[in-house]
């Protein structure tokens, strides 16, 4: 006696099936940083007592200060500026900021670089125009110790934007 098995799989289909998704891009201008002015503390007397001073410079008004148990003091004359940055970019742009300052010379103890001021619009956001600028300012402390010369250095801007 013969008994007949059939199996059946569902039902089977042959072909392709094929979806389709969107796909956006926006593309920006570059984002340029250009230095338009250096950070210039101007010149200073180092303290002839034990004292320690440090000497700021305001990166917004540019006014350097001399503070602390030392009696340095801000020598007249000579220029005193912040140092200036010129950000170039699509208005709107989102950004932050990293910086830092080193002199080549040694002698000069906790060397500090301000965070940036905008001139002009928020900060972190490139204003209409596309144009901002951003000052720096810094810091430094002297002793009398510290050797007498010109000191020269560096002040690195890194801007990182969305």
């Known amino acids: 006696m013969a008994i007949a098995v059939g199996l059946s799989a569902g039902a ?8 389709t998704a969107s796909v956006s891009v ?15 503390f101007g010149a200073v007397t ?8 440090t000497v700021s410079l305001d990166a917004a008004s540019s006014n350097v200060t001399v503070s602390g148990t030392g009696d340095a003091a801000r020598a ?29 010379q040694p002698g000069l103890a906790r060397v500090s670089v301000s965070t940036p001021v905008a001139a002009n619009g928020a900060l972190g956001v490139i204003p209409a125009g596309g144009r901002q600028e951003l000052r720096f300012g810094g810091a430094f402390d002297l002793s009398a ?18």
């Open 46 to 53: 180092k303290p002839g007592n034990a004292g320690f001073n």
């Open 145 to 162: 110790a510290t050797p007498v010369q010109s000191y020269t250095g560096a002040l690195s801007v890194t801007v990182n934007y969305n």
């Open 12 to 19: 089977a289909c042959a072909g392709t099936v094929t979806a």
């Open 76 to 104: 007249a004359g000579g220029a005193v500026n912040s140092a200036r940055f010129s950000l170039i970019g699509d208005a709107g742009i989102t950004y932050s900021t990293t910086q830092s300052l080193t002199f080549a």
């Open 26 to 40: 926006i593309v920006l201008a570059p984002v340029t940083l250009q230095a338009t002015q250096g950070l210039d």
